[in-house]
């Protein structure tokens, strides 16, 4: 069937059974618009902002599985996009972003809105494209799909020119890929699994280290097993919060920076660490050379290239987690394991010691009171997005996420103004859970104009800014490593948040009181319309437990330490 390059894009995300796609449109790309005009097979969701669309098709992607889709122009457009798809890149997000080119012969030329954005998406995409042949359009989008979801998930990045979206080819989309350099191992190495889990059988005091890995994977439900059957203990990072389930008595807490005493203190005295899908960021890990110091290591991932990159592994296992656990769960049969019940105990006395914690205020309003309390009336009914700061790790310290896919955030690349576009996709992806994004005083003007999104498109996320007047993080280490010298970071001068909503046709709420923050939640829950509610927090709080750069996460900065 013949087609132009622009209906071939259309049509390869039909058979993609793609139902959401987020873009902005400009000259390169008008082509593929006019036909986004003609068809009724997905919804194409206009954002004010190339950035945004991005993470728009993060958020849909993280909460559902499934590959992101965002569409963008040339030149600025594309350049503007740039900072999603590192954020992708680095949390392994499946996402598929086409960009419009300028003209085949106008490429090299400098011509208007011309960019390199093949050689500027190479560093930052799991891989890209230049479609230089209309024949080949098909099968590059076929291929970008299959790459963005298997193996590590990742975005991937096509650039179609001006003229071959115009240009008439036949369209033959392929029922499979044929790439014989790219083979990711979904099968694990037997004699491998077999050793690591002999190690795991003469082990003391093993733990679960588990990573966003466990979440790309859809293995939460296998790793929630394993750990019953074998009765041991799990940490979390960052990008894995609810794997294990708040609830679940296994569960140690996050590990890291800002991670749990109990979970630190785990990772320090473990004897056989057991990573399932994590990459040891030096947000989590500390010091290097003195984390999990006295145990031998089992690393899980699909990824080769992560294996051993930063700490030595004594048990190194490629293959897709989740038929690896399910090899690790079956391989129990043979084994006789030892009795964890010593360990977990010591742990669970190190959360007694030393709980995750804040210290109410009857005067003030603390900024994790509202997460607990969102958590204590919404709980699994929401899905939960964070812009990048102290309400971030706030948010991962408190709220009692349930599922693996509950949490949204930006982890590797920390990207401020991620929050709104995010929940946004994650409203359209599940509508049937309340989106609530908590965010701070300064991400919220990052991607603000998203707001006009939201209303015009019935996507009702909750906004809930945890309003200090700082940019509370980095505030808080100037108070804390550079003798208190406040440096840019002093917010003061801010808008009315309310009538800022109000201006973009959302719900806007002021509050100061706790009894004011349960009213308006409730009634923006009941509105199911964009929100917005700023709630006005201490100034001055702190995020803790910290572990400072260059230390061991045994060498933690707790509540108590010189700041009650």
């Given at each position: 069937?013949?087609?132009?390059?622009?209906?071939?894009?259309?049509?390869?995300?039909?058979?993609?059974r793609?139902?959401?796609?987020?873009?902005?449109?400009?000259?390169?790309?008008?082509?593929?618009?006019?036909?986004?005009?003609?068809q009724?097979?997905?919804?194409?969701?206009?954002t004010?902002?190339?950035?945004?669309a991005?993470h728009?098709?993060?958020?849909?992607?993280?909460?559902?599985g499934r590959v992101g889709v965002?569409?963008?122009?040339?030149g600025?457009?594309?350049t503007?996009?740039?900072?999603?798809?590192?954020?992708?890149?680095?949390?392994?997000i499946?996402?598929?972003?086409?960009s419009?080119?300028?003209p085949s012969?106008?490429i090299g030329?400098?011509?208007?809105?011309?960019i390199?954005?093949?050689?500027?998406?190479?560093?930052?995409t799991?891989?890209n494209?230049l479609?230089n042949?209309?024949?080949?359009?098909?099968?590059?989008?076929?291929?970008?799909?299959?790459?963005?979801?298997?193996?590590?998930?990742?975005?991937?990045?096509?650039?179609?020119p001006?003229?071959?979206?115009?240009?008439?080819g036949?369209?033959?989309?392929?029922?499979?890929?044929?790439?014989p350099?790219?083979?990711?191992?979904?099968?694990?190495?037997k004699k491998?699994?077999?050793?690591?889990?002999?190690?795991l059988?003469?082990?003391?005091?093993?733990l679960?280290?588990v990573?966003?890995?466990?979440?790309?994977?859809?293995?939460a439900h296998?790793?929630?097993?394993?750990?019953?059957?074998?009765?041991i203990?799990?940490?979390?990072?960052?990008?894995a919060r609810?794997?294990m389930?708040?609830?679940n008595?296994l569960?140690?807490?996050?590990?890291?920076?800002?991670?749990?005493?109990s979970?630190?203190?785990?990772?320090h005295?473990?004897?056989l660490l057991?990573?399932?899908?994590?990459r040891f960021d030096?947000?989590v890990?500390?010091?290097?050379d003195?984390f999990a110091?006295?145990?031998?290591?089992?690393?899980i991932?699909?990824?080769?290239?992560?294996?051993?990159?930063?700490?030595?592994?004594?048990?190194?296992?490629?293959?897709?987690l989740?038929?690896?656990?399910?090899?690790?769960?079956?391989?129990?049969?043979?084994?006789?394991?030892?009795d964890?019940?010593?360990?977990?105990?010591?742990?669970h006395?190190?959360?007694?010691?030393?709980?995750?914690?804040?210290?109410d205020?009857?005067?003030?309003?603390?900024?994790?009171w509202?997460?607990r309390?969102?958590?204590e009336?919404?709980?699994?009914?929401a899905?939960?997005s964070?812009?990048?700061?102290?309400?971030?790790?706030w948010?991962?310290?408190?709220?009692?996420?349930?599922f693996?896919?509950?949490?949204?955030?930006?982890?590797?690349?920390?990207?401020?103004?991620?929050?709104?576009?995010?929940?946004?996709?994650v409203?359209k992806?599940?509508?049937?859970?309340?989106?609530i994004?908590?965010?701070?005083?300064?991400s919220?003007?990052m991607?603000i104009?998203?707001?006009?999104?939201?209303?015009e498109?019935?996507?009702p996320v909750?906004?809930?800014?945890?309003?200090?007047?700082?940019?509370?993080?980095?505030?808080?280490?100037?108070?804390?490593f550079y003798?208190?010298?406040?440096?840019e970071?002093?917010?003061?001068a801010?808008?009315?948040?309310?009538?800022?909503a109000?201006?973009f046709?959302?719900?806007g709420?002021r509050?100061?009181?706790?009894?004011?923050?349960?009213?308006?939640?409730?009634?923006?829950?009941?509105a199911?319309?964009?929100?917005?509610?700023?709630?006005?927090?201490?100034?001055n709080?702190?995020?803790?437990?910290?572990?400072p750069?260059?230390h061991?996460?045994?060498?933690m900065?707790?509540?108590?330490d010189?700041?009650?």
């Amino acid at each position: 069937m013949k087609m132009t390059g622009a209906k071939m894009v259309t049509q390869s995300l039909k058979e993609e059974r793609v139902d959401t796609v987020f873009g902005y449109p400009g000259g390169a790309i008008m082509n593929v618009y006019d036909e986004i005009y003609k068809q009724t097979d997905f919804q194409h969701i206009l954002t004010r902002h190339e950035q945004a669309a991005i993470h728009a098709a993060e958020g849909y992607a993280k909460a559902t599985g499934r590959v992101g889709v965002a569409i963008v122009t040339s030149g600025p457009g594309f350049t503007n996009a740039v900072t999603g798809l590192a954020d992708a890149y680095m949390d392994s997000i499946p996402l598929v972003v086409i960009s419009g080119q300028v003209p085949s012969n106008i490429i090299g030329t400098d011509g208007f809105q011309e960019i390199d954005a093949v050689g500027i998406s190479r560093p930052c995409t799991k891989h890209n494209y230049l479609v230089n042949d209309i024949k080949d359009l098909p099968r590059i989008i076929k291929e970008a799909f299959h790459i963005a979801s298997t193996g590590r998930p990742g975005p991937v990045h096509v650039d179609i020119p001006k003229d071959i979206t115009a240009e008439l080819g036949n369209f033959d989309y392929p029922d499979k890929v044929e790439l014989p350099t790219y083979k990711p191992t979904v099968n694990y190495n037997k004699k491998q699994l077999k050793r690591a889990m002999q190690a795991l059988a003469k082990a003391k005091k093993p733990l679960l280290y588990v990573g966003g890995g466990a979440i790309a994977s859809n293995c939460a439900h296998d790793i929630r097993e394993f750990a019953k059957k074998t009765n041991i203990p799990a940490v979390e990072t960052l990008m894995a919060r609810g794997v294990m389930g708040h609830d679940n008595p296994l569960l140690v807490g996050m590990l890291g920076m800002h991670g749990e005493y109990s979970a630190n203190m785990a990772a320090h005295e473990t004897d056989l660490l057991i990573s399932l899908g994590a990459r040891f960021d030096d947000r989590v890990t500390g010091r290097l050379d003195e984390f999990a110091k006295k145990a031998k290591v089992i690393h899980i991932d699909i990824d080769p290239a992560t294996i051993a990159k930063l700490v030595e592994t004594n048990f190194p296992i490629v293959g897709d987690l989740q038929v690896t656990v399910r090899g690790m769960i079956d391989s129990l049969e043979e084994l006789e394991m030892n009795d964890y019940t010593n360990w977990v105990a010591l742990l669970h006395e190190y959360r007694e010691k030393q709980p995750l914690r804040f210290i109410d205020s009857d005067t003030k309003i603390k900024p994790q009171w509202p997460i607990r309390r969102v958590g204590e009336i919404l709980g699994d009914r929401a899905v939960i997005s964070t812009d990048v700061g102290q309400h971030q790790m706030w948010t991962a310290q408190f709220y009692p996420f349930s599922f693996a896919r509950q949490f949204n955030t930006s982890g590797g690349l920390g990207t401020m103004g991620f929050g709104l576009p995010g929940a946004m996709g994650v409203a359209k992806a599940v509508p049937e859970k309340v989106s609530i994004n908590f965010t701070g005083d300064g991400s919220i003007l990052m991607n603000i104009q998203e707001l006009m999104t939201c209303v015009e498109n019935k996507l009702p996320v909750i906004n809930i800014i945890l309003n200090n007047n700082y940019l509370g993080m980095v505030r808080q280490w100037q108070t804390m490593f550079y003798d208190n010298r406040i440096s840019e970071t002093d917010l003061s001068a801010q808008p009315d948040f309310p009538k800022l909503a109000e201006a973009f046709g959302a719900n806007g709420y002021r509050v100061e009181t706790k009894e004011e923050f349960d009213k308006a939640l409730k009634d923006a829950v009941k509105a199911k319309k964009p929100a917005l509610i700023e709630v006005i927090v201490d100034r001055n709080e702190e995020v803790l437990p910290m572990v400072p750069n260059g230390h061991a996460l045994n060498e933690m900065t707790l509540i108590g330490d010189n700041n009650e």
